[in-house]
Structure formats: structure tokens, C-alpha cells
């Protein structure tokens, strides 16, 4: 696509663009310095820097993509692809430890905070116990003995870890499964996007162990060829048991995968090129086995099939994932517009890498014959995966208000990132024509940049997606503290904490199991002032636990629906005056309240 007098010239234009692309990382970085903002809690972490911050990462990814895309489609082999990947690791880089920098105590207030509660289980009686995906929980537990980090500390950096991981698996599997190098880079401009949002930020087994599946998938495919493949098959054994102890879901998913990928070489048992792949029996036997043994996940699978079928056949949809938005939505007044950006603030890079997976498979059946194009066993293995996870995610969906559909949504971009990465390699090597080249690549640039954009807002848990940051303040962890060495046996109130939770992390999860600490009542709507003129005539004697993000959670996440606000302001000082309720803790982030009749 590049005329050989112009390969001096682009060379240097790709040294220019790689100049300017550092330059914005710096110049992101110094804003980064400069930011002199208090560590207290926000809602929203991207409004702790301004918004051409958070550009400045998106444009620095962009161009290490673009220079990516070039080496792609270049007649001519550099080694400047290398600056393009560097620079979109270092931007990643920085976007992961955007937690770190900003100070967290911990980041998570919901499942991280019971994570850290088993690895201290671990910690106090040198066993799992009952849980039920352990390993996360080990590895964190080994983590603190050897390098002496704090459990919060290992909350923050054990994703950061997997997600750099799991970059650099997409490497190696890409140079593995596609033979022209050009191919590679292609895929590595999709696969390097932190697609899988708050699991590439936030410390969750099912999180962890997805991001590691790129890794598995690279020795699954080593260990099915004839040749040299022992050491690759003792490796897959191991990293078996290291998923089934992983993720029950994950475990399940690879099954999955590996049962695709048998039927995929049967379609292709005429190929004499791919015949000689070997099946997966053995392994197969050794994961189902060893998975129902040990895990007691799949009943819960086994009950969102047996809904689905059941409201396939007797129901309208309305106990339903689908139909529970459906309500939602038709109980509020919010323009068409709204719920479009909602949808595409949720789930936008999904459903663009869907649309894109969906156009790659037409294209490729409208000119596999006309242009004899090779459709080969990892191409076909990537088609089956992405439609079969598609239809079920959707079939999740509308008829299922059991398992989150996204669950198993979010596992169909392994395949989707092979699909695309081999249908593109077709679709820019197709025309020759110079103007629809330029054409070709713009388009795909326009993708690059809208999925980049849209997967970096909303990496981190934000009113963006009606979700809240998921910051742990260490104020909070003082005032919980506090209570718990005064508290007495009255039943717990909470707007806004994570008592439950923060118990799990101070003494286990097993220690708040046998000392029935379970996750505190919810107050009544508005402290029941509607009706009453104190809490007290609500409830017996009891404690209240409020925070910050109790007081304006409603606010921050419906600004626009105030009818909808379960709290008003006005509601926190009448509490503050309600003469049947006592403060008795107060610090800048919690309030404890013992409310007496």
C-alpha cells in the first residue's frame, strides 16, 4: 500500500507521531503531578483529573494503534510497531494505577473487601475452609507473606498484574495462531484495550481468572499439536486446576471452548493441514471430573437453563434480566437519547466489537467462494465461540433474571478479537485500489478510537453507568473499627456502608459467619419522616450506620430524577435533629447513630 521511494518518509512520520505520542503521555503525566486535589472520596474518579486528561490517554493509546495498524498494512517490515505497543502498555499502565495514585485505601467496597476477608481466613487458620475459588485468595495470602504488602495494597495490585498479563498473553497467543506477522499487529490493536472493565481494576476471582484465559488458550492450542507437545500438555493439566480453583464460570466457559474447538477440527478432519490436531478427550475428562468434584456452581447454571426453558415456554418475559430494565425504564420519563447513552456507556465496546464480529462474518460469507478466501481452524473455532456465546448471553437475557447475562457476554471478546483480527487481514489485503485503502483504514481507525474512548470511561465504576467508585476510605475503616469494639447486641441499620463487608476484612469471613454478621438492614425510605416525626416510633432499639455515600447517592446517581431519591437532604438533618436518635461517632466520611425509644 506504500510505494517504495515513500518508505523513508513514513519511517520518519512514524518517528514524528511516536515523538508526539510520548509527548502526550508526559504531558498526561504532569497533569497527574500538578493535581493537588485532597484524597477524599469521589463518586466518580474521572472527575478527579479534568477531562482532556483522560483524553490525552485516549489519543496516546490511539496512536500506538495507529502505528500498529500501519505496520499492518506496510509492504515493508520495521520494528516501530514495537513503539506503537510500548506506548499503548505505558498508557494502560498509567490507567491502572490510577487507584494507586490517587491514594485508595482499598478499592472495593462490595466482593474485594470479602476476598481480602478469606485471605485472612487463610492467614488465622491455615486453611480455605468452604470456599469455594480459593486460589485468588492463596496467591494473595503467599503475596503478603514474601513481599510483606498489606492485603489493601494487594487489592490494588494484583489486577494491575493480570491485566499487564493478559496483554502480553494476547501476544504470544497471536503470534502463535496467526502465520503472517502483519495479522498480529492488527489483533494486538484490539486486544491491548482494557475491554473487560472494572475486572481489568478491581480484585475479583472471576475477573482474575478471565484474564488469564488468553494464556490457557495459548497452551491448549501447543499442547493439541503431535509434535513437542508433553511439556505443553503437564503445563495445561496445571493451569486446569488452577482455573477450576480459579472460577467455577470461567471453568465452565473453557469447556465450552475446548468441546468448540473438537468439533471445529472435525468440521476440518478432511484438511490434511489440520487433521493432525488431537483431540481433547483426555483433558475434557480430567476438567469435568475434577470440576464437579469440587465445585457446587453448576446447579445455579443448571437453574438459569431450566428458567430459560420454562419462560421460553409458559412466560412473557417479565421475570427476566431484559424485563426488569423494560420496568425500569417505563416507570421513569427519560428521552430516547439518554437511554441510548446509558446502554452504550454500559455496554458500548461490547456491542461494537458485536456489531464488528457480526459484519466480519458476513463479509467473509459473502467472499469465501468468490474470492477463494482460507478459513482456517482458528478462524472457524472463533466464529462458532462468538455466535454460540452470543445466543446464550442473549437467551440470558430476555429469560433470565438469575445469572447475569453480561457474565458470559464479556467472554465472547476472546473470540470476537480473533474473528476480527483475521476478517480484517482479509478486508485490507482484498482491494488494491489506493483511495479504498485509505477508505479501509479510516474506518477501522473510527472503530479503534470510539471502542478505546468508550472502554476507558467506563474502566473504572462511575454515576457514568449508575454505578458508584468503588473507593474504601481508611476513615471509614477507623469508624467501623470503633463501632464494632463498642457495639452491643442490637440489630444494625445502614445507609451507604459496608459493614458487613469491612467486618469480613478486620477479623474473616468465617469469623463474621459465626458471629452472624450478615449484611446490615436497609433504613427506611426517607427515615420514614413521611409518616412519623422520629425514627425511634419505626424501630426498637438499634444502631444506624450512615456515610458519605449514603447522603448522596441518590443525588450523584438520579440527579435529574428527584422523585426517585430514596434520601433527600433535607432528610440527613432532621436526622441530625430527631430528638429519638443519638450521635454518638462522627469523622469526615462516617456517622453512627444509636436510636432510642
Known amino acids: 500500500m506504500f510505494s517504495k521511494d515513500k518508505c523513508i518518509n513514513t519511517s520518519r512520520y512514524i518517528k514524528l507521531v511516536s515523538i508526539f505520542g510520548f509527548i502526550i503521555i508526559l504531558s498526561a503525566l504532569t497533569i497527574i503531578t500538578n493535581s493537588h486535589s485532597p484524597n477524599v472520596y469521589a463518586f466518580s474518579i474521572y472527575n478527579m483529573y479534568p477531562w482532556y486528561f483522560w483524553a490525552l490517554i485516549v489519543m496516546a493509546i490511539f496512536i500506538g494503534q495507529m502505528i500498529l495498524i500501519y505496520n499492518a498494512i506496510s509492504k515493508y517490515e520495521t520494528n516501530t510497531w514495537l513503539i506503537g505497543f510500548l506506548m499503548i502498555i505505558v498508557s494502560n499502565l498509567i490507567l491502572l494505577l490510577m487507584p494507586i495514585i490517587r491514594g485508595y485505601f482499598i478499592h472495593g467496597r462490595e466482593d474485594a473487601l470479602t476476598h481480602i476477608g478469606y485471605m485472612v481466613d487463610i492467614e488465622n487458620t491455615h486453611s480455605i475452609g468452604f470456599n469455594s475459588y480459593p486460589m485468588l485468595h492463596i496467591l494473595g495470602f503467599t503475596l503478603k507473606s514474601f513481599s510483606g504488602l498489606s492485603y489493601n495494597d494487594i487489592t490494588m495490585f494484583l489486577p494491575l498484574l493480570y491485566s499487564l498479563f493478559y496483554i502480553f498473553s494476547w501476544y504470544i497467543l497471536g503470534k502463535y495462531i496467526f502465520k503472517n506477522k502483519r495479522d498480529l499487529f492488527i489483533m494486538l490493536s484490539f486486544s491491548s484495550i482494557l475491554l473487560l472493565g472494572s475486572k481489568n481494576v478491581m480484585l475479583s476471582p472471576n475477573g482474575q481468572a478471565i484474564l488469564f484465559v488468553p494464556f490457557f488458550l495459548y497452551v491448549f492450542f501447543k499442547s493439541r499439536l503431535p509434535k513437542k507437545a508433553v511439556p505443553y500438555s503437564i503445563l495445561l493439566i496445571l493451569l486446569s486446576f488452577f482455573i477450576i480453583f480459579s472460577h467455577p464460570l470461567v471453568t465452565i466457559l473453557l469447556t465450552v471452548t475446548i468441546l468448540l474447538s473438537d468439533f471445529t477440527m472435525y468440521l476440518n478432519r478432511n484438511k490434511n493441514s489440520e487433521f493432525k490436531i488431537k483431540k481433547s478427550t483426555n483433558l475434557l475428562f480430567i476438567m469435568i471430573c475434577s470440576f464437579l468434584i469440587w465445585s457446587s456452581y453448576l446447579h445455579i447454571l443448571a437453574y438459569s437453563l431450566e428458567n430459560i426453558i420454562s419462560t421460553l415456554i409458559f412466560s412473557d418475559g417479565g421475570g427476566s434480566e431484559f424485563g426488569r430494565y423494560q420496568t425500569s425504564l417505563s416507570s421513569v420519563d427519560v428521552s430516547f437519547l439518554k437511554i441510548f447513552g446509558l446502554i452504550l456507556n454500559l455496554y458500548g465496546p461490547y456491542i461494537i466489537l458485536s456489531i464488528l464480529s457480526a459484519a466480519c462474518i458476513i463479509y467473509m460469507l459473502t467472499f469465501w467462494k468468490k474470492d477463494n478466501i482460507e478459513v482456517n481452524y482458528y478462524h472457524k473455532l472463533s466464529i462458532l465461540g462468538w455466535a454460540f456465546l452470543v445466543i446464550f448471553s442473549l437467551l440470558l437475557f430476555l429469560f433470565n433474571d438469575q445469572f447475569g447475562f453480561i457474565r458470559v457476554y464479556s467472554y465472547s471478546i476472546f473470540f470476537s478479537i480473533i474473528l476480527i483480527s483475521f476478517s480484517i487481514s482479509m478486508f485490507l489485503r482484498r482491494s488494491s485500489d489506493k483511495n479504498n485503502s485509505n477508505l479501509k ?94 425514627l425511634s416510633d419505626s424501630y426498637n432499639k438499634s444502631y444506624l450506620l450512615v456515610s458519605y455515600v449514603g447522603r448522596n447517592q441518590d443525588q450523584k446517581l438520579l440527579p435529574n430524577f428527584e422523585n426517585r431519591w430514596n434520601f433527600n437532604y433535607s432528610d440527613f438533618v432532621h436526622l441530625d435533629n430527631d430528638v429519638g436518635v443519638t450521635k454518638f461517632y462522627s469523622d469526615k466520611f462516617s456517622d453512627i447513630y444509636i436510636i432510642k425509644p
Open 441 to 534: 483504514v479510516l474506518v477501522i481507525f473510527s472503530i479503534l478510537i470510539l471502542i478505546t474512548s468508550l472502554s476507558t470511561y467506563s474502566l473504572f465504576l462511575s454515576p457514568n453507568i449508575l454505578k458508584i467508585d468503588q473507593q474504601t476510605p481508611e476513615s471509614e475503616f477507623s469508624a467501623m473499627k470503633t463501632f464494632y469494639k463498642v457495639k452491643e447486641n442490637y440489630p444494625v441499620l445502614e445507609r451507604g456502608t459496608v459493614n458487613y463487608r469491612i467486618y469480613n476484612v478486620v477479623y474473616g469471613v468465617s469469623a463474621a459467619k459465626k458471629n452472624d454478621v450478615v449484611y446490615g438492614n436497609q433504613v427506611i425510605k426517607h427515615f420514614g419522616y413521611n409518616n412519623n416525626s422520629s
